[in-house]
């Protein structure tokens, strides 16, 4: 079975603080994505990541920014937290195009 | 525009009684839909992928079916543990790796 791991279930932080997300997962992906679970929103892609140090805007990028530098790590970057991006933060990994997207348990940030 | 459309919102069933989800899509040359299950407080778990209309995929008590322009997810008998949010999701028209969500069905199923 494929196992998703993010590394924090829940996370406090505060308005302007440089704040990491971090996902490893275990079977070897190419690819790896972020995204933001809001209610009423639904899931929506932040970036992704198709090979080591390879990435792509999803489709709300601003504010963050994403790091892989090994294939089954990717990290998820606010630059400088806001109230708004209090949100569920989902990683996913898939083998490839158009493969199944395999989810972590995500988690909940809340920025004070 | 691409476009992602699940209904209803929310159905509840009472155990054993059958029923079934709908997905809709408007994307130009579809090639894949995924179905996921949500539970609260966790990642979306998945369930099937479905490449060309007419195909089908079953799983215990689901069954997920694919036309032109729409996908639906049956529920055969269902049970109480079948309760959680049903989620579709199709690639984006020319993004193999971009997948649009639907928002969901929340299925609640009683005793």
């Known amino acids: 079975d494929v196992k998703v791991t993010q590394s924090s279930r829940y996370l406090v932080k505060r308005t302007g603080e440089k704040v990491f997300l971090e996902c490893v997962q275990d079977m070897d992906h190419e690819n790896m994505f972020w995204y933001r679970q809001d209610p009423g929103l639904g899931l929506r892609l932040i970036y992704f990541?198709?090979?080591?140090?390879?990435?792509e805007k999803g489709d709300i990028p601003e504010g963050y920014s994403v790091s892989r530098e090994k294939k089954e790590r990717f990290s998820l970057i606010l630059e400088s937290a806001s109230t708004n991006q209090t949100s569920m933060y989902l990683c996913?990994?898939?083998?490839?195009?158009?493969?199944?997207?395999?989810f972590g348990d995500g988690t909940r940030l809340s920025i004070l | 525009e691409d476009q992602v459309t699940q209904s209803p919102e929310a159905l509840r069933l009472q155990e054993g009684e059958s029923s079934s989800l709908n997905c809709s899509y408007t994307?130009?040359?579809?090639?894949?839909l995924f179905w996921y299950r949500q539970d609260p407080g966790k990642g979306p778990e998945f369930l099937f992928t479905l490449y060309s209309a007419g195909e089908e995929k079953e799983k215990e008590r689901l069954k997920a079916t694919l036309t032109k322009k729409e996908s639906f997810l049956h529920i055969t008998a269902p049970k109480p543990e079948d309760s959680a949010t049903y989620l579709c999701a199709v690639p984006k028209t020319g993004g193999y790796n971009k997948l649009i969500f639907g928002a969901g069905t929340r299925l609640a199923v009683h005793p």
């Open positions: 990541s198709y090979d080591v140090k390879m990435k």
């Open positions: 994307v130009s040359g579809l090639r894949g």
């Open positions: 996913a990994s898939s083998l490839g195009q158009l493969q199944p997207q395999h």
